[in-house]
């Protein structure tokens, strides 16, 4: 938590892939006035992505900009171009699946955030849901954490966890890890990165 403190309502951009439950959320918890500040982007990689129309259902401007057959650096570029017309002071990676250069991690200016379905350090990386499943853990949960080059690997924010049922499945884990702790983690994360930012220190 290095970066500079602001005074101004914050502008948030959001990267999202799919269905965008996440990004969801985190758009109502600014529209509703929970969290301050403004969500002026929303771009998905994906033109299909149902994320894209959620953004318009709540008169979010949101852009597609697809990846395939285009090299990482230049579709890096091009993310962060976007970030930069739309005056993005910070990012928020909400179920965007892909990975983010260490270049643009490290030039831009604002903080980025991202989620991750299970309790961290433990489980980083791809499918790591079927992983506890699989492990047998007796609690899981998911974290908000910086994003760093290193992946899922950067400072929490915050986390949350539920007990697991040893008969869900996990599938059914999945979906009580989004409904009960990501959809409520994420958009209160944010909330408490915003006091940070604009909060005198004492
Ligand atoms: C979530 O489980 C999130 O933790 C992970 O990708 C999934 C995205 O789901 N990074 P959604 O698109 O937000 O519904």
């Known amino acids: 938590m290095q970066k500079a403190k602001t005074q101004k309502a ?3 951009a959001i990267f999202a892939s799919g269905r965008g439950s996440n990004a969801t959320v985190l758009m109502d918890s600014f529209v509703s006035g929970f969290n301050e500040g403004t969500v002026c982007v929303l771009v998905s990689n994906h033109a299909d992505a149902p994320v894209l129309e959620r953004a318009k259902e709540r008169g979010i401007p949101s852009e597609c900009i697809p990846h395939k057959g285009i090299p990482r650096e230049e579709h890096d570029a091009a993310m962060f171009e976007t970030l930069k017309r739309y005056k993005a002071d ?4 909400a179920g965007y699946m892909r990975i983010i250069g260490a270049r643009f991690i490290q030039e831009f200016p604002g903080h980025i955030l991202n989620i991750h379905p299970s309790l961290l350090p433990d489980f980083r990386g791809l499918h790591a849901i079927e992983r506890q499943w699989e492990a047998g853990v007796k609690v899981a949960g998911a974290t908000v954490h910086e994003v760093i080059p290193d992946v899922d690997a950067g400072v929490t924010l915050l986390q949350g966890s539920i007990e697991v049922r040893g008969d869900e499945g996990p599938e059914g884990l999945a979906e009580r890890i989004l409904n009960e702790v990501e ?3 994420y958009p209160q994360a944010v909330w ?3 006091r940070r930012l604009t909060q005198p220190s004492s």
Do not use: G, S
């Not at 910070?90 to 990676?93: D, F, G, M, R």
């Open 192 to 194: 408490l990165l915003t």
């Open 183 to 185: 959809h409520k983690i």
């Open 90 to 93: 910070h990012l928020l990676l």
């Open 10 to 12: 914050p502008r948030f």
